[in-house]
């Protein structure tokens, strides 16, 4: 899982790492970060039997870390996105690599489908908050949503991106079954349920951190 992971997310951090190159003036912070990022992806792979296992880590500076991976293409494709984190909630129990890679494959989703709807305002929104001791992320756009049921989207090597390769979401399914469970939503009901803005109307994931989280 460790290497599949860094494998994968190597193959998106080079795209990255090349419109880093390209701008002007050249982001000397921003490479110094993606150099770091895929250093820590390759020593993954070396370690392939190490885990990092279930610790606290800082939810709002993992999330920040997430789109902030993502912060020239988000730029480059004029999408904003807004954070909205329950009041007292800053730990949640995860691999830390594993938590980002889950995000940024949430995150890469909602751009690469933004891009083939013309909006004037192109945005994700991205919700955390706590019931009872289960933690849930909301990650929604308001692009064109999902054409497929979940048992599809989460099926390896299903996808319907031109150059995808279909691992992206089974590797969030599959790592989320370490951590509780990964849903998406579909209907209004559910969206009202959750306060989620009524111009998010695209694609609508629900993580539910229910294992071994730090309690109330």
Known sequence: MTASVALHEIEKLVPRMEETI???????DLMKEQ???LKQYTEGIISVLRRGGNKPIDLSEAINRAFNNYKVKLSNRKITYFIEIEKGLNIINCDKRYFI????????NSIYWLETVYKDEKEIFFKAFKRDNDIHLIIADNGPGFKDDISDLIRPFFTRKEDGIGIGMYLVDTIMMRYGKFDIITDVEQRTLFNIPQKFTGAIVHLIFNKNQPAK
């Open 22 to 28: 390209k701008s002007e003036p050249l982001k000397r």
């Open 35 to 37: 150099i770091e990022e």
């Open 101 to 108: 890679t889950i995000l940024m494959n949430l995150i890469d």
